[in-house]
């Protein structure tokens, strides 16, 4: 079974400057769809960045990038020129290719503060 | 706003009771799902529906019992319910398959006593 792992429960960063958020993933598939989605304090969860397991480059969506080791079942998400509106619970996600059913398979989260 | 939406946002309710939560989209999407996000746990899929066909049930206690009656809705319906249930219910949809973004309500705070 896929599992997710984020192992750093909270994280604080000032304003304008870089974060990197961690995530490891373990799975068989050699196929895949990995997320980050971004949960602001009670508002709605909306995706951040997506990247197709097979494409070698990192996926990047103006301030945030990630850096997708394949081989070490690695992805880290990278904020840069943090701002106080990403201040928010950040969650990475796995879904297999193929099949009938988009399932996400979410891991524990990252609380991030971005101080001003 | 994601275009998805839920009712109630917030529900207190007792054991006994019986109640129903509601999520609509206005995405055009035809996929729709439900999750259950307590602290400190990742979030957990419950029910997948594709054209308002339930295509994923995962070990789901029976006290849920989900509806789609179109592509557009979804319901939940909750009965003798435990006190671990409490916890936000989220609701979300997404277009196709193949690693199709999902897009996610604002959630219902559920409290049972």
């Known amino acids: 079974a896929q599992t997710v792992t984020q192992s750093q429960p909270e994280m604080s960063v000032q304003e304008a400057e870089t974060v990197t958020l961690s995530c490891t993933y373990d799975?068989?598939?050699?196929?895949?769809?990995l997320f980050w989605y971004k949960q602001p304090p009670s508002r709605q969860m909306i995706l951040v960045i997506r990247?197709?397991?097979?494409?070698?480059q990192n996926a990047t969506e103006n301030r945030f990038s990630v850096n997708f080791q394949k081989a070490a079942k690695s992805f880290s998400l990278k904020i840069s020129d943090s701002q106080l509106g990403d201040t928010a619970m950040y969650f990475c996600a796995f879904m297999g290719y193929g099949g009938a059913t988009n399932k996400l398979i979410f891991g524990t989260g990252t609380l991030l503060a971005v101080q001003p | 706003e994601t275009g998805v939406t839920q009712t109630p946002r917030h529900l207190v309710m007792g054991m006994t009771n019986k109640k129903s939560l509601k999520c609509e989209q206005h995405l055009g999407h035809n996929a729709m799902y439900w999750y259950k996000q307590s602290a400190k746990k990742p979030l957990e899929l419950m029910f997948v529906y594709n054209f308002k066909e339930q295509t994923e049930n995962n070990s789901v206690p029976s006290r849920f019992s989900p509806e789609c009656p179109n592509s557009s809705h979804l319901f939940l319906h909750l009965h003798t319910l435990q006190p671990e249930d409490s916890a936000l219910y989220l609701c979300a949809s997404s277009l196709g398959a193949g690693g199709a973004e999902q897009y996610f309500g604002p959630g219902t705070r559920l409290t049972v006593t």
């Open positions: 799975t068989s598939e050699s196929n895949y769809y």
């Open positions: 990247q197709e397991a097979y494409k070698q």
